[in-house]
C-alpha cells in the first residue's frame, strides 16, 4: 500500500504562481511514473503532467511552459510548479503513482480572474 499527501492549492490571482507537493509513504520502493491529474467542477479528471523515475516530464497541451513536474526519488515526492495561472486551471489538483491506482485525497487550486 501506498498513501498519497498533496499540500499547496490555494487562491491566486491569474498571473500567480504555486507549488504542489505530494509526499508518497508505504511500499514506496515500486513507484516508477509519479504524476498530476486534475477535476475542475461538472468535469472529467484529466492528466496533467508525470514524471518517470529517471527524470522524463510529459505535459499536457494546455499547461506545458507554464507548468514544471519535478521528484526526488529518495524522498519520494513530487512537486508540481504553477506559474502563470489562469482561471481555467481552476481545479482540484490529484496526485497519483504508477504501477498501482493509488491517489492522493487533491488539493485545491483557485485563481481569480
Known amino acids: 500500500q501506498v498513501q498519497l499527501v498533496e499540500s499547496g492549492g490555494g487562491l491566486v490571482q491569474a498571473g500567480g504562481s504555486l507549488r504542489l507537493s505530494c509526499a508518497a509513504s508505504?511500499?514506496?520502493?515500486?513507484?516508477?511514473?509519479m504524476g498530476w491529474y486534475r477535476q475542475a467542477p461538472g468535469k472529467q479528471r484529466e492528466w496533467v503532467a508525470t514524471?518517470?523515475?529517471?527524470?522524463?516530464?510529459s505535459y499536457t497541451d494546455s499547461v506545458k511552459g507554464r507548468f514544471t513536474i519535478s521528484r526526488d526519488n529518495a524522498e519520494n515526492t513530487v512537486w508540481l510548479q504553477m506559474n502563470s495561472l489562469k482561471p481555467e486551471d481552476t481545479a482540484v489538483y490529484y496526485c497519483?503513482?504508477?504501477?498501482?491506482?493509488?491517489w492522493g485525497r487533491g488539493t485545491q487550486v483557485t485563481v481569480s480572474s
Open positions: 497519483t503513482i504508477s504501477p498501482g491506482d493509488y
Open positions: 508505504g511500499s514506496t520502493f515500486s513507484i516508477n511514473v
Open positions: 514524471i518517470t523515475s529517471g527524470g522524463s516530464p
